[in-house]
């Protein structure tokens, strides 16, 4: 393939011809000549173009948007800002674009206008910088667990049960294409013979596999029915998960503590690669921000906040649910949700914990059985508890609340029997007793986590809503294409 504008500009050779295609992303036209910017989005930054005297009408019909391919000599640009330039010698418009309707106009535009136009969206800098983080994110991510020998394994999309047990799973159905009438027959309910979803959460999958491959991840779609619209919520999200097996040992929170550093040092790993941290794509979504309700001073502050946190070699601060809880009550907050050992952090309170409290990334861990699924490990009593605990941690980052979630995993069966049935589960129905099987066959101690990853790109880019963080979100009311 010819190369890219990235290519172009990244390699040193002045004086080469060159041909590319690309979108016009701002144009000035003077009497003898104009000056132009070409993206193809292969990088945040676009190619100058000099449209010297001589090319004739065409560059007339060139306006913000238009496809053009271009032929010109790669010069070494005399203006600051870039070293290198396109002299363009031929152009051929590929595709005009009417100045009066097109959507993206140069001025400032809204998340929300953006949203509204989400096809054309991705022509913003900000937007396709997020796309192109978003697969270097992934790429770094595939490089960390392959380093760590773990398997990529593909998981299903359809699945028999609600893992999570929240709620909050799609149903799906089988309905002629053609038809948007709800289903009418048993056989359109029920193609697979039973309920179906879209599937919540990858681990239950993961796990099944672990059992054989001991280490596996996975990144891939998970679909949340919702209803609650926020900034941090979305229908169709993609969840990095990982499970491996661990060492026996007499105490789970050891593991616990074990299974926060390595998931700390997944997130160290890759965003501290200054290909990340201090590369062209983070620098145009923590500088585009012209919406944002966040002064220029804070911003930042947030951004320094953020690199310190993935290169110090500190460790993240932990701290277990009932400390969490202590620390909340003794603060003069004035808090919308009342605070109560055994009901669920808010986010409000999870906020408050890592913005105000630490001031970084937070691991609260050995949240009350009752607020937490199944599968969970639980704790030995410890001295003075009443209330059992389970092994796991919630990584709670500054405004974006919670990145990921994990725990060791119930390996004991009779335990994990009574767990599901306090949760109005039955492992001997069907669709939860393979999980069962995976602990009466050779099972072994083993731990997993999930991490949301538009609210990794979200913390990384300093992007303050996850529909920002997708190319095209959806949620509760809104799927536009
Ligand atoms: O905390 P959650 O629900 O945990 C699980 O699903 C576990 N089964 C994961 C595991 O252990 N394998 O979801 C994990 C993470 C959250 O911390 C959050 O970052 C993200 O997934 N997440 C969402 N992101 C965007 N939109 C939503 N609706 C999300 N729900 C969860
Ligand atoms: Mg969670």
């Known amino acids: 393939l010819p190369p890219t504008i990235r290519q172009i500009l990244s390699s040193p050779e002045v004086g080469e011809t060159v041909a590319v295609t690309g979108w016009v992303k701002s144009i000035r036209k003077q009497k003898r000549i104009a000056f132009g910017v070409l993206s193809d989005g292969s990088s945040a930054v676009g190619l100058q173009a000099v449209f010297l005297d001589g ?18 000599s790669i010069v070494k640009s005399p203006g600051a800002g870039q070293d290198k330039e396109l002299h363009v010698e031929e152009v ?48 770094k991510l595939d490089r960390y667990f392959e380093h760590q020998d773990f398997a990529y394994a593909h998981t299903p999309v359809l ?77 169709e999200f993609w969840m990095l998960e990982a ?47 012209e919406h944002d309700s966040v002064p220029e001073a804070e911003r930042q502050i947030r951004r320094e906040a953020l690199a310190s946190a993935v290169t110090s070699d500190a460790p993240w601060p932990k701290m277990t649910y ?37 001031g970084g990334p937070l691991f609260v861990t050995d949240y009350p059985a009752v607020i937490k699924p199944f599968y969970m490990r639980a704790n030995p009593l410890a001295a003075g508890e009443e209330e059992v605990t389970v092994s796991c941690f919630d990584l709670l980052m500054p405004y974006v609340g919670e990145l990921a979630g994990g725990s060791v995993r119930e390996e004991r069966l009779d335990v994990l029997k009574a767990s599901m049935e306090s949760k109005g589960m039955n492992m001997d129905e069907e669709r939860y007793g393979w999980y069962g099987d995976l602990r009466r066959f050779g099972g072994a101690p083993h731990v997993g986590f999930g991490l949301g990853f538009e609210r990794l790109v979200g913390w990384v880019g300093g992007i303050e809503n996850v529909r920002e963080c997708v190319p095209m979100p959806r949620w509760a009311g809104r799927m536009v294409l």
């Open 322 to 358: 009932s400390e969490a809880i202590r620390e909340l009550l003794k603060s003069d907050q004035k808090w919308t949700f009342p605070i109560r050992w055994g009901s669920a952090l808010q986010s409000e309170h999870e906020k408050w914990l890592c913005e105000t409290l630490v």
């Open 55 to 72: 090319l004739g009408e065409r560059v007339k019909e060139i306006t913000n948007g238009t496809s053009v391919r271009v032929r010109g």
């Open 243 to 289: 499970e491996w097996g661990v060492a026996p040992t007499h105490d789970p929170r050891t593991q616990t503590a074990a299974l926060c550093d390595f998931v700390e040092g997944v997130v160290k790993g890759v965003v501290s690669d200054p290909a990340i941290i201090y590369g062209q794509d983070v620098e145009v979504l923590w500088r585009h921000r």
């Open 159 to 235: 699945t028999s049960g609600d893992a999570e047990g929240g709620g909050e799973a799609f149903r799906i159905a089988s309905i002629p294409p053609s038809s948007e009438r709800p289903p009418e027959t048993e056989e359109e309910r029920e193609f697979f013979a039973r309920p179906a979803y879209l599937t919540v959460s990858h681990q239950l999958h993961l796990e099944a596999l672990s059992t054989a491959l001991t280490r596996v991840y996975t990144l891939s779609p998970c679909f949340r029915a919702e209803r609650g619209v926020t900034r941090r919520h979305l229908a």
């Open 92 to 139: 051929e418009i590929l595709g005009t674009c009417p100045p009066d309707t097109y959507p993206i106009q140069k001025q400032a535009l809204t998340p929300e206008y953006l949203r509204d136009n989400t096809h054309l969206r991705a022509r913003t800098d900000a937007i396709s910088a997020m796309v192109r983080l978003r697969g270097l994110l992934m790429r």
